[in-house]
Every structure is written in structure tokens, then in C-alpha cells.
């Protein structure tokens, strides 16, 4: 059974940084392609980053690029978001998705059509 779990969300203060976690059980995440997002209440679902399977490049969104940074650990079948210098603006739900297709081969970070889905965790940004 496919399952992806995401932890590290917290209350964190402008400035401040998080890294993010995005464990999977049931399968490999090396073969999978693995994307993350985040979503505010009454707002879609939006991408802010992705790792391509095939190159093993990441991509950002322009709001986010400099400040989130994805890696990986295989051995702990682990993706990581790290999240420097938040902002309030970073507040929300963040969510890592996998799928099977290459849906980050061109840089499509944006692109939310993922087979799988964790819960999510939030992230709040205050003072």
C-alpha cells in the first residue's frame, strides 16, 4: 500500500527555517517522481516545488526559489523541503506528492495531478 507521510510543520517566526519531511512506505521513492505543495484555506492548491525522477533536477517556484531547498535520503526512503527565511506569506498546509510519470521533466512544479498525497502539515509563520 502506497502511503506518504509528511512531518516538520510547525509555528516558526519570520526569519526563521524548517525542514519539511516526506517519508513513504509501500514503495520506493527514488522511482517515483516527487513534487511539494502548499494550500491556505479557501485558496488552490498551489506547487512551489518538484524533483525531477529522470534528471534528479529540481524545480521552484519563483516564490519560493532561493529560500526552499529539496534533497533526499534514500536510505531512509525520505524527501526533504527545507524552508529558509520564512515569511508569513508561507503560511499553510504543505503536502509532498508522488507519482510514477516524470511530471517535473519539464519544470512543471505547478502541475498538481499526482497519484499520491500525504496528509499534509502545517506551517505557520507569525510574530
Known amino acids: 500500500q502506497v502511503h506518504l507521510m509528511e512531518s516538520g510543520g510547525g509555528l516558526v517566526q519570520p526569519g526563521d527555517s524548517l525542514r519539511l519531511s516526506c517519508a513513504a512506505s509501500?514503495?520506493?521513492?527514488?522511482?517515483?517522481?516527487i513534487g511539494w505543495f502548499r494550500q491556505v484555506p479557501g485558496k488552490e492548491r498551489e506547487g512551489v516545488a518538484c524533483?525531477?525522477?529522470?534528471?534528479?533536477?529540481?524545480y521552484y517556484g519563483d516564490s519560493v526559489k532561493g529560500r526552499f531547498t529539496i534533497s533526499k535520503d534514500n536510505a531512509k526512503n525520505t524527501h526533504y523541503l527545507q524552508i529558509d527565511n520564512l515569511k508569513p506569506e508561507d503560511t499553510a498546509v504543505y503536502y509532498c506528492?508522488?507519482?510514477?510519470?516524470?511530471?517535473?521533466?519539464?519544470?512543471?512544479?505547478?502541475?498538481?495531478?499526482?497519484?499520491?498525497w500525504g496528509q499534509g502539515t502545517q506551517v505557520t509563520v507569525s510574530s
Open positions: 506528492a508522488a507519482d510514477r510519470e516524470d511530471l517535473c521533466y519539464h519544470g512543471s512544479y505547478y502541475y498538481i495531478g499526482y497519484d499520491y
Open positions: 509501500g514503495f520506493a521513492l527514488d522511482d517515483y517522481t
Open positions: 524533483i525531477s525522477k529522470s534528471n534528479g533536477r529540481p
